[in-house]
């Protein structure tokens, strides 16, 4: 609950981070500097909603259609997801009115921190036009008997206000409330089970004490983000599934997307301060188009980011406490920052697999991450490092300095959403495409990633699926 968070970075990290083990391969920074923390997702009830900005983007109308947009990208495993804009726009004014977006539904935009002015300052300077507060999930104003936000500035660690959209403190209390749903807490499924037909008949898990237990099922939806859910449908090996559940196209675990990322600092002559505020209540959506002259496919958005000192000191530049780091941390106070979020290239190599020389706690094989950068993703970020620093320069910055990629990110694709079951694991309704009563809901079925941060897209799909699932149960067809 609200009132549990700490405002605290290590301390909440402990709090709720997913630290069971993991390995890591491939060539991006995170493997050599962050080997077994390849993303900060969260183990608690609410998942990573816990610990997320907040920001609530759509889509862009081409980004459903990166295939037919982007065409043939050499080394990319683009697709088409099989369904469009126009299908998503009710579903994603559903999650809207949900989460409490601002600037969406009547909604007013939050305050502008010293941060976002800074940013704006600069941006407007360059001549960007789609600058604001951004869209976010978190309320400007009291709403539903819930608080507004008291710009803390510790959004990462969970809200303690509870003026974030969390299903953590918002859709599970609710659910439990109308006596349908039951929270087993501390759970940890150990696999999926099925019958002789290759029907799910429920799952095996293990319970607070470490007990094996069993839950049948007439459906199971499966929503343990791009790591956890791939790893549960092949954990779920069996002589009727030898390369795990919902595999018949090799695809579990396949494309796996992060978002292209980085971040840019700015040092100033004077203070900016720029942990006071919501942490990312802002943003420049003018680079998000698809626009190949600059060298690239896709687009980016720069959003404001502020790290407190404990996190500014490990991921700023990790193993390097030469000088140009420590005077970099003086400057500390004066200091304004910006993280990039961009459109990545699905690779069939970059994926998610067992390792079976590594276990967790309960006997399980982990999974391995494996990442490489596709050039696509590598032309865009030093694009978007260039213009990050353009940014800060426009308003006066006496040093400006890129980072590279932190291990806490979008996590998404590996069973991804497909119109043809070779192509991917789950149909448009993110039902498998190999079992009809196995359904994936969460971000592991991004078909690709888009520019924006996925959680609004989530939502939207969710409850699009729950319709069609009621739909389906009520017709007899599940």
């Not at 304004?336 to 697999?353: L, Y």
Request: hydrophobic fraction near 35%; glycine fraction near 10%.
């Amino acid at each position: 609950m609200p009132e549990n968070f700490v405002n605290d970075e290590w301390a909440s990290f402990e709090q709720l981070a997913w630290v069971d083990p993991r390995t890591t391969s491939g060539d991006w920074r995170v493997a050599k500097d962050f080997s077994g923390l390849p993303a900060w997702i969260v183990k608690s009830v609410g998942g990573t909603t816990q610990h997320w900005a907040g920001a609530s983007l759509r889509f862009q109308e081409h980004e459903w259609k990166a295939k037919s947009t982007y065409g043939n990208v050499q080394g990319a495993s683009l697709l088409d997801w099989p369904i469009d804009a126009e299908e998503m726009d009710p579903y994603y004014t559903k999650a809207e009115d949900k989460l409490g977006v601002t600037r969406t539904g009547g909604r007013e935009g939050l305050p502008g921190c010293n941060n976002y002015k800074v940013f704006e300052a600069g941006a407007k300077k360059l001549g960007y036009k789609e600058v604001h507060t951004g869209r976010m999930a978190i309320n400007s104003k009291e709403r539903d008997g819930e608080l507004a936000c008291q710009q803390t500035g510790f959004c990462f660690q969970g809200c303690k206000w509870g003026a974030k959209w969390s299903a953590g403190y918002r859709d599970i209390p609710a659910g439990e409330a109308t006596g349908n749903l039951e929270v087993r807490e501390k759970s940890h499924v150990a696999r999926i089970l099925h019958n002789d037909a290759g029907k799910i008949t429920g799952v095996e898990y293990f319970d607070s004490e470490g007990n094996l237990q069993m839950q049948k099922a007439r459906v199971v939806c499966v929503a343990g983000n791009s790591f956890e859910s791939p790893r549960m449908l092949l954990n779920s090996a069996s002589s009727m599934f030898p390369d795990g559940l919902a595999n018949s196209s090799g695809q579990v675990g396949r494309n796996y997307m992060r978002h292209m990322t980085g971040s840019v600092y700015g040092i100033f002559d004077k203070p900016v301060k720029m942990w006071r505020g919501t942490t990312m209540a802002s943003i420049i959506q003018d680079e998000s188009r698809h626009d190949p002259s600059r060298g690239f496919v896709g687009g980016y958005e720069l959003e404001p980011l502020a790290l407190g000192l404990p996190f500014m000191a490990a991921f700023l530049d990790p193993g390097g406490w030469g000088r140009e780091f420590t005077t970099a941390l003086d400057g500390y106070e004066n200091m304004a920052g910006m993280w990039i979020v961009g459109e990545d290239m699905p690779q069939e190599t970059n994926r998610v697999t067992l390792n079976h020389d590594v276990k967790d706690q309960h006997g399980l094989s982990v999974v391995n991450v494996h990442f490489d950068d596709h050039p696509n993703d590598i032309a865009m970020r030093n694009h978007a490092y260039k213009q990050g620093a353009a940014v800060y320069d426009a308003v006066g910055a006496t040093r400006t300095f890129p980072t590279p990629p932190y291990p806490s990110t979008h996590n998404l694709g590996t069973n991804r959403m497909s119109a043809n079951a070779r192509d991917g694991v789950v149909n448009k309704w993110g039902r498998t495409h190999d079992i009809p009563n196995l359904y994936i809901s969460d971000g592991s079925v991004f078909t690709t990633g888009a520019s924006e941060n996925p959680t609004l897209t989530i939502v939207a799909l969710a409850i699009r699926q729950a319709d069609h699932l009621a739909s389906e149960m009520s017709t007899g067809n599940l």
